[in-house]
């Protein structure tokens, strides 16, 4: 799997490492499905970023690009949204 068959735009201008980009599959109470192009994780959102949110739109959402940390046993940490961009 590579970036483009997750939906990659080339509007989304991402400048970190293609490792740590992952798309959002599915949530549910601040549990994440992210799909990236090594491996499906499980993911929650880094606690600072979840702190400096302002409302759930600053949250992620399906659909929605972030960058991880993965981590052991298909765990990842969702360091940042990567900004949206209209469709």
């Known amino acids: ?3 483009i068959d997750l939906g990659y735009r080339d509007e989304l201008a ?3 490492d293609e490792t740590y980009l992952a798309r959002v599959i599915r949530e549910h109470k601040g549990h994440y499905t992210i799909q990236s192009t090594e491996a499906t994780y499980q993911a929650v959102v880094r606690g600072r970023l979840h702190h ?3 409302s ?3 949250l ?3 659909g929605d690009w972030v960058e991880i940390t993965p981590q052991a046993h298909g765990q990842a940490m969702i360091e940042r949204l990567i900004p949206r961009f209209p469709r």
Request: hydrophobic share 40%; proline share 7%.
């Open 14 to 16: 991402y400048d970190g």
């Open 1 to 3: 799997m590579n970036l």
């Open 60 to 62: 992620p959402a399906v």
């Open 56 to 58: 759930r739109l600053e």
């Open 52 to 54: 400096e949110a302002q």
